[in-house]
């Protein structure tokens, strides 16, 4: 979870390599409609949000049917909605990602090819609940370079699934 690139694809689809699991990109997920509106800089609302999660939650549900393991992407900005994905799922982990907005706004400014604007990220920013400390998961600092971050994240991964009851 995490706002805008803070390196959730990043660090998502190097963990699921490390940890033999399977990697699930939540932006591939999202309606069409929902694209077409971040691409035109138009934040989106919960209401766009909830078919989006449900779809997220689904996915999360299928993999766990099937017995494997998966490394999700997704916003998950508010605590309503990582409780709407942990709803349907017993064993939901987060890796809250997190940087200096200076550091962000550098990375989207950046990145080529995707449908998120600069502009986005203040509301972003503003619409982000933090990870609470009663919520099973981590912070991870992403702001040292890909292969520290992918580490902490993993050293994180590795605690909660110590501290889970049925690991
Ligand atoms: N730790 C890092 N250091 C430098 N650049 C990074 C790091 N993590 C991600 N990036 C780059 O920042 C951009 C955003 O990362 P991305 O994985 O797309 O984030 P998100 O999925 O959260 O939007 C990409 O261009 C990516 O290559
Ligand atoms: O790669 C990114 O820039 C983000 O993942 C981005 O795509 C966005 O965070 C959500 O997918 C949109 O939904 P939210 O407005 O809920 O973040």
Redesign the pocket.
Known sequence: M?V???????VARRLAELHECDFIEGDDLHPRANVAKMEAGDPLTDEDRWPWLARVAQTMREQADAGRSSVV?CSALKRAYRDRLREDVADVWFLH?HAPAAVLED?MS??TR?FMPVSLLASQLATLEPLAPAEHGRVVD?T???DD?VAAASRALAELLNESPGA
């Open positions: 995490g805008s690139a803070t390196g959730k694809s990043s992407t990602l990375r950046r990145r995707h992403v040292p370079p890909l971050v």
